[in-house]
Structures are given as structure tokens and as C-alpha cells.
């Protein structure tokens, strides 16, 4: 942990080299071996012998290093070197220059610096040649996961790549690629040479869904108009339970951008924390950060509502709402459980596992007060502190809708803190929303 005289810092690159061979830094100053090989800091890598045969590995180490040095200018001055066995081989860049830290960002406690590559930058193509043509060739299928409901990768090229696409879990494919890209890097066996929508049946006949937004190789203009509406699909998805596999050919570039654009504008991530994000679990990510800049402003005019931060605000007042409402409530005098949930339905009601909440019999539910204009609440009395599975229900006339989720599951709530004489408050739900948002930012946080 950094010291007031002292900052904490976290180096980190993607390199091609071969598994076995370590990733250092070495510099300037003391902390970094002062030029030499022997006494550079050796980097972890994240995929190990886990990865592809052509597929780059992300390399990080945080160093503590004193304030007054790493924060002056000129200061700090380093570079990555690969190590096998006792080869040094040093990174060449252009100018045969050598880095210099600056310090422009910083999460928590931690500074971050930008995800390098080792030597000089490669441009898009050249990157995505370089991991892509082996894959295709070895007619592989690349799939990280970032977080627990987002995995990115290539193209599935058999019906046996989408079984196991199934049996990661993933309920919901985003497909980026051109027509042409879907012909050319297509399933076999299934007719996607000669219909790009072919395959839309095998993820349907798994119950996975399917979202194809045709999107040009290598354009960034490309990107920035797919960028906006599909940042608010993904949120969404997630919000439903989805787990989503985001993929163009190579799972370098348009997906990579998609997820950006979640991570960016959905969460509020900043350019250098998203890349700490996806770079650590897809080394092979390409960044266009020039389209995610130009697509804010259209995304901000569209769909502003679908981000957290203003969603939390709503939710903020929806809670006020219910808490003012609450107040009204004659008390039951046992463990009260105040259910509250958001809907422009006129009827709505809670059902679940318990004796009191109907034991999963809609006609049994307990019927909610409507305050407001989306606002729907309910307080019920349980007879012991448990925990327990619950949904929301729409109530029709004589009839009855349950609110459905991505993917198969209930509400869950932890009742067990409830004291007799005190109202326990549920969060505010969405309906028909399973994860909120607070969950997916800090499940990527914690990456960093």
C-alpha cells in the first residue's frame, strides 16, 4: 500500500511471445533494477498456458515508487523487456527511445497507465492478422470471458463451436460481422455461404437469442454508428440475466468496441479503465477509442436514460417516493418485508416460495399499492427470518403475467436480519429486470 511519499503504480503491455517466456520492466530509478536485466521486475501474465497458439497474453505489475520522482518531469524513464531463459531481448521503439512515465489517471489508491503493446504499436490489421490467421486456419473458435455476463471472441465455425458457446452459458450471441464476413467466416454445414441469416436457427433451437447488427471490417465510421444503440441492447440483455457473447470475425475490433461502448457509456468507465477491463481477458483487443468519442454525443441524445448513473438517480427518487408513501403504513407489528417494484403496469403483485407470499400461487399472490406513477408497494409480514425466491406478477383482469428474465431463475431476498417491529426494505426493482446495474459496475471494478 502507497505511502503518503509514495505512489502505486500498475505497468502493463499484451505481447505475442511465446508461452514460457517472461515479460519484465526495467528502468531509471532503483524500483525498476536501474537498467538492469537481472534486476527487473518480472510481470504476471493472465492466460499462461491457456491461451491459443496465436493468441498475445497480458503482462501486469503494480510498483510502489517514491511520489517525488514518478510525478516530476523528466522523471521516470523504462522499458519492457522478454525474457527466455537467460536471453534478454529488449523492445525496440521508434527513435530507439525510451518510455516516460507520466501519471494521468488514477482509480482508488492506483494509478494506471495505458495498456501497452511490447515494441512498437501494431496497427488494427496488422493485430488482427497476426492472432486471427491462426485461429482460422486451425479452425478454432477464441472465447474470453470479461465478466461473469460478458464473454468476447471469434466467429463460431461449426455447430460444435455454438454447443459450447452454450455450454459456457452464454443465453444471447451479438454477431458484428458484415453479410460478406458471414458468408466468408460462416458456420459449416449449415448454408451461412449462401444465407447469412442461417444460422439464426441454431441459436434459437438452443433457446439462445440472437442479434446480428451487420458492421464494416476495419471501420472505425462503422463503429461509431453501430456504437450507440447496441451499448443500450447490451444493457438490456444484462439487466434480463443474459449472458452475452460479443463476436465479429476475429473478436478484435467490433466486438471489442461493443463492449467498450457498455463499459463506457452504459457504467461510466473511463478510456483507460474499460481498457484495463477487456485488455486483461482479451489481449487481442484492438481499442478505437476515436469511435467511441464520436458516438457519446449520439448515444447521450438517444439513450441517456439507459445509463446507470441516470438510472440510479431515478431509482434514487423512486425510492424517496416509496420511503414518504411508507410512512403511511399502519405497522403489522411482526418482520415486515416491504416489497416495492417499478412498472407503468396499472395492477401489480408479488408471489413466492414462502406460506406468505402465496407458495408460487398466482392466485394467491399479494396484490401492491400503486403510488405515483411507476411506483408499486407492498408490505408482508413473515412468520420467521428466512430467506426466499420471489417475482413480481402483472395482474390482467382475471388474469395473470409473470415477469420474465433472460435466463431461468427467481428474485432472491436474504430475510434473515429482519427483526419483529422493524420494516426490512427491499431494494427498488425494475420489473423484468434481474441484475442492476450496481452489480455489473462493481463485478468490473474489481478487475482493476
Known amino acids: 500500500m502507497a505511502s503518503s511519499e509514495t505512489v502505486m503504480v500498475r505497468f502493463s503491455l499484451t505481447c505475442f511471445a511465446p508461452v514460457g517466456h517472461r515479460l519484465a520492466i526495467v528502468g531509471n530509478c532503483k524500483e525498476l533494477g536501474e537498467w538492469r536485466p537481472n534486476d527487473a521486475r518480472i510481470m504476471a501474465c493472465r492466460l499462461g498456458d491457456g491461451r491459443l497458439h496465436s493468441e498475445p497474453d497480458f503482462h501486469w505489475v503494480d510498483i510502489e515508487l517514491p511520489a517525488k520522482l514518478a510525478l516530476q518531469s523528466p522523471g521516470v524513464e523504462y522499458k519492457f523487456i522478454e525474457l527466455d531463459g537467460s536471453q534478454v531481448h529488449w523492445e525496440q521503439l521508434d527513435g530507439d527511445v525510451n518510455r516516460q512515465l507520466r501519471l494521468d489517471e488514477r482509480f482508488e489508491e492506483l494509478y494506471l497507465l495505458p495498456v501497452e503493446k511490447f515494441g512498437t504499436a501494431k496497427n488494427e490489421s496488422d493485430q488482427t492478422a497476426s492472432f486471427y490467421s491462426g485461429v482460422k486456419q486451425r479452425g478454432e473458435i477464441s472465447v474470453r470471458r470479461v465478466t461473469s455476463q460478458i464473454f468476447i471472441g471469434s466467429c463460431p465455425r461449426s455447430v460444435a463451436h455454438i454447443d459450447y458457446l452454450s455450454s459456457l452459458g452464454i443465453t444471447a450471441v451479438a454477431n458484428f460481422q458484415s453479410e460478406e464476413d458471414c458468408k466468408n467466416n460462416c458456420v459449416a454445414g449449415i448454408g451461412m455461404e449462401q444465407n447469412a441469416e442461417a444460422v439464426r436457427n441454431e441459436y434459437e433451437r438452443r433457446g439462445m437469442r440472437y442479434i446480428w447488427t451487420p458492421t464494416a471490417d476495419m471501420s472505425s465510421d462503422g463503429r461509431t454508428k453501430m456504437l450507440p444503440q447496441t451499448s443500450a441492447t447490451f444493457a438490456g440483455l444484462l439487466r434480463e440475466g443474459h449472458v452475452v457473447y460479443s463476436h465479429c470475425n476475429a473478436g478484435v475490433g467490433r466486438s471489442v468496441s461493443a463492449v467498450c461502448g457498455y463499459l463506457s457509456f452504459i457504467l461510466g468507465f473511463s478510456d483507460r479503465q474499460l481498457q484495463h477491463v477487456v485488455a486483461s481477458s482479451r489481449p487481442a483487443a484492438f481499442f478505437d477509442f476515436d469511435a467511441?468519442?464520436?458516438?457519446?454525443?449520439?448515444?447521450?441524445?438517444?439513450?441517456?436514460?439507459?445509463?446507470?448513473?441516470?438510472?440510479?438517480?431515478?431509482?434514487?427518487?423512486?425510492?424517496?417516493?416509496?420511503?414518504?408513501?411508507?410512512?403511511?403504513?399502519?405497522?403489522?407489528?411482526?418482520?415486515?418485508?416491504?416489497?416495492?417494484?417499478?412498472?407503468?403496469?396499472?395492477?401489480?403483485?408479488v408471489v413466492g416460495s414462502c406460506s406468505e407470499l402465496g407458495e408460487w400461487k398466482p392466485e394467491a399472490a399479494i396484490e401492491m399499492t400503486r403510488i405515483g406513477s411507476d411506483v408499486h408497494l407492498v408490505d408482508v409480514v413473515l412468520a420467521s427470518a428466512q430467506e426466499i425466491d420471489y417475482k413480481f406478477i402483472e395482474l390482467t383482469g382475471g388474469d395473470f403475467r409473470w415477469e420474465t428474465f433472460g435466463v431461468e431463475g427467481n428474485r432472491k431476498l436474504d430475510c434473515s436480519a429482519t427483526k419483529a417491529g422493524e420494516v426490512f426494505l427491499s431494494p427498488v426493482e425494475i420489473f423484468g429486470e434481474r441484475f442492476s446495474d450496481s452489480k455489473h459496475l462493481q463485478e468490473a471494478k474489481a478487475v482493476l
Request: hydrophobic share 40%; aromatic share 6%.
Open 292 to 349: 467511441l468519442h464520436k458516438a457519446r454525443p449520439v448515444f447521450e441524445a438517444n439513450y441517456l436514460q439507459n445509463s446507470a448513473a441516470s438510472r440510479a438517480e431515478a431509482l434514487a427518487s423512486y425510492e424517496r417516493l416509496r420511503d414518504e408513501a411508507g410512512k403511511s403504513l399502519e405497522p403489522a407489528g411482526g418482520r415486515e418485508v416491504r416489497f416495492s417494484v417499478v412498472s407503468s403496469a396499472q395492477r401489480l403483485a
